[in-house]
């Protein structure tokens, strides 16, 4: 069984996109999305510095355009689950039928611009936790004020707050914790912090009509694999200002039988989660189109 998922914000770099608007018809796709959603994807794709990437509201309909490119280039596959990391989620209903594409770019547009606002009212940030124990990190975290926005296996935690809470982080770290690293993030997502953005796309929602999906859709909010097209959306709203248990994801992906795992582009962060969690499951990232005939093979070995 194959799982099918999505990387989330800041697993972009520079130039990324490249390669694949070479593959035929992709360039005039992602025109007519960047027209549609009025963003020239293909310049922040393959020309833009990391700074203009790091923005908010170029990153997140950046990664979705991506994801779907690089998930097109696959054919028509059969995948008997799929989720997303944070904005990687949108993707995830896009390839699951809940959105089409058009709609998916839409609402990350405007989910990119609201967070981007809601990032710009208090300087905040996020940091990833190197080792240590949930048991142990996530009390030390609520004692500094931050919030464990993304749980995400293997121990690994990443905190979200204001630039000061990150601070005290970095200067009096949890028992076991080896390191704190700075993410490349505009804000504090996952957070209260995004409370105005989830306002936003609650109105932005009201204008879509999701289908359920047709494959499992696990979810960031509890791991859960949810059935209705609504719920989907629910949220997909919601999820802006609250935790991501990539951790709840991957024990459903056990609990579904997955036995490959393929990472969309820009691939590798989640593959290197599933290598530690998932002992077992094939893991294959999509960073290149050379990655295409490999990652074929693996479709068709555990597909269905």
Request: hydrophobic share 50%; aromatic share 2%; proline share 6%.
């Amino acid at each position: 069984m194959l799982v099918l998922v999505a990387p989330g914000q800041g697993s972009q770099t520079p130039g990324f996109l490249t390669e694949w608007l070479e593959l035929p018809g992709a360039a005039d796709r992602v025109a007519a999305w960047s027209d549609a959603i009025g963003l020239d994807l293909a310049h922040y794709g393959t020309k833009a510095d990391a700074d203009e990437i790091r923005d908010t509201a170029v990153a997140q309909p950046l990664l979705v355009a991506a994801g779907l490119l690089s998930a097109s280039a696959l054919g028509d596959i059969a995948p008997g689950a799929v989720a997303g990391h944070s904005v990687g989620e949108i993707t995830a209903a896009a390839l699951s039928g809940v959105l089409d594409d058009a709609a998916a770019l839409s609402l990350v547009r405007k989910r990119g611009l609201a967070m981007a606002d809601a990032a710009a009212i208090t300087e905040t940030g996020m940091a990833a936790l190197l080792g240590g124990d949930p048991e142990v990190t996530v009390p030390h975290l609520e004692k500094l004020g931050l919030t464990p926005a993304n749980i995400n296996g293997g121990g690994q935690i990443v905190a979200a707050g204001t630039m000061e809470q990150i601070a005290a982080l970095e200067a009096d770290k949890p028992e076991g914790v080896r390191r704190v690293v700075p993410l490349k993030v505009a804000g504090a997502f996952h957070t209260h912090h995004m409370g105005p953005a989830v306002e936003t796309l609650a109105e932005a929602a009201k204008a879509l009509a999701p289908a359920d999906p047709k494959v499992a859709y696990v979810s960031n909010k509890d791991g859960r694999a949810v059935a209705s097209g609504a719920e989907v959306l629910e949220r997909l709203v919601g999820q802006v200002a609250s935790p991501v248990r990539w951790d709840l994801c991957m024990e459903t992906f056990k609990d579904l039988g997955v036995t490959a795992l393929l990472e969309l582009c820009p691939g590798g962060t989640l593959t290197g989660l599933a290598k530690r969690a998932l002992p077992g499951v094939t893991t294959l990232a999509l960073k290149t189109p050379a990655d295409l005939d490999a990652a074929r093979e693996l479709v068709a070995e555990h597909a269905a």
